[in-house]
Structures are given as structure tokens and as C-alpha cells.
């Protein structure tokens, strides 16, 4: 569990993600590395032109800097301070992913805003009134939204469930990126992540019409 970070040490020299990382863990979040992108070719001025993922498919990764740097990551969540202060000192551009489940809480990912807007709108019609709670904004503008873990699943198991085209509710053994990571064009400012409610604001409650959906009896 979070071990209490020592007051000036480890917060000193993180980087932004590494900081993110920290935020997310002190707000009760189990931590998930997350793989970047760096850059492969530059122009003559020095200007990159291509990044890649980190990871070892390099430019033929489907998902660059967006999924988790272990593939056993489940079995990797960071829960001490001290470990975030290791992990992001010795690669301190690492995104930053948080699990998601039972023990901390749901994410519901609204990546289809563009694609398919009628789907969005039926989705908040179904959903109703969205009560303040944590929002983070991708920089392809996807939507995240956390919220508690309902009261009364902890008995079961409920994996993610897709709601529609580009709309999931993520759950049990998944996990989402936070803000401040980054994607493609590394140094272009909205290229991050960001928070347009940050995680001081305490989770709200899973809408009603979300609770339960995608639900299996845990195995014991
Ligand atoms: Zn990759």
C-alpha cells in the first residue's frame, strides 16, 4: 500500500508525468508505467519529424505511449512513492496509467466524440446528469470520467464493457492514461493529457444506468 513519500526528497526532481504519477497514487490510485514516444527523424533544422513508441515495435506499435510499459502489468501496479521516485528518476518522460476495479475506482472512456457523436448522445441520454467528478481530456480530446466503484459489486467481478462505438466503461483488470502524459509531436503543448477536473474532486457515484453492467460472480 502507499507508503508516505519523505516531505522534499522525492518530489524534488520528478518529472511532470512522474509527478502525475505521485498525485495519482496519494488520491489512492494504483500506478501504471506507461510507454512514450520518442523521437526517430529530425528535419535539417533539427525539428523532429517522426516519433515512435518506446516499446519494441517501435513505429509499427498501434498504440504509441499508450500502453502499459510491463506486458505482465497487473502484476507490476506501483504503490509506494518511492518506487515512482526510482521508476520516473531513471525514465522521467514515461506516460502514466492508472488500474482501474475494485479497489479504486471506474473509468468511463468516451473516445467517439468525433466518430460517432450520435452514439455519445444517446450514451448521455442514457446516462443522464453526469455529476462533478474527476475529468481528464486526451489530446485526441477523448473524454475519461472516474468514479467510484460501485457498492455491492465488490463481491463480483465486473471487466470493461463497450457501450457503444469508442465508448467503454472500463473496470475490473484494465486501466486508463492520465494526464500529463503525452502522444505524438512530444513538444506541442496539447499534445497532453490534461485535467479539466483534477483529482482533489472526490469521485462521484457510478450513474445508475452504468452500475453492475458487464457483472461475473469473482472467482473465489
Ligand atoms: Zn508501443
Known amino acids: ?26 488520491h489512492g490510485w494504483g500506478v501504471v508505467p506507461v510507454h512514450c514516444v520518442v523521437p526517430v ?6 525539428e523532429v519529424t517522426t516519433w515512435c513508441c518506446s516499446c519494441k515495435r517501435g513505429e509499427d506499435c498501434p498504440t504509441p505511449g499508450g500502453h502499459p510499459l510491463f506486458e505482465n ?13 526510482e ?20 473509468a468511463l472512456q468516451i473516445e467517439g466524440v468525433w466518430e460517432d457523436p450520435l452514439s455519445v448522445i444517446s450514451l448521455r441520454e442514457q446516462i443522464g446528469f453526469v455529476p462533478r467528478t474527476p475529468k481528464a ?16 459489486y465488490s463481491c463480483q467481478e465486473m471487466p470493461s464493457i463497450s457501450l457503444g462505438p469508442d465508448v467503454t466503461l472500463r473496470q475490473d483488470h484494465d486501466y486508463v492514461i492520465l494526464p500529463p502524459s503525452v502522444a505524438e509531436n512530444f513538444m506541442v503543448e496539447d499534445e497532453e493529457w490534461v485535467w479539466e477536473v ?16 458487464g457483472g461475473l460472480p469473482h472467482e473465489v
Open 41 to 46: 527523424e529530425e528535419d535539417a533544422d533539427g
Open 198 to 213: 483534477g483529482l482533489d474532486e472526490p469521485l462521484a457515484e457510478l450513474p445508475e444506468a452504468l452500475v453492475g453492467l
Open 1 to 26: 500500500m502507499f507508503t508516505k513519500q519523505k516531505p522534499g526528497r522525492v518530489n524534488a526532481d520528478l518529472s511532470d508525468t512522474g509527478r502525475g504519477a505521485l498525485e495519482a497514487l496519494v
Open 87 to 106: 521508476l520516473w528518476t531513471e525514465y522521467p518522460v514515461l506516460n502514466v496509467g492508472v488500474r482501474t476495479g475494485v479497489r479504486h475506482g471506474v
Open 73 to 85: 502489468w497487473e502484476q507490476k501496479i506501483i504503490e509506494t512513492a518511492d518506487e515512482i521516485g
Open 137 to 152: 481530456i486526451s489530446c485526441s480530446d477523448a473524454e475519461t470520467y472516474f468514479f467510484l466503484y460501485p457498492h455491492g
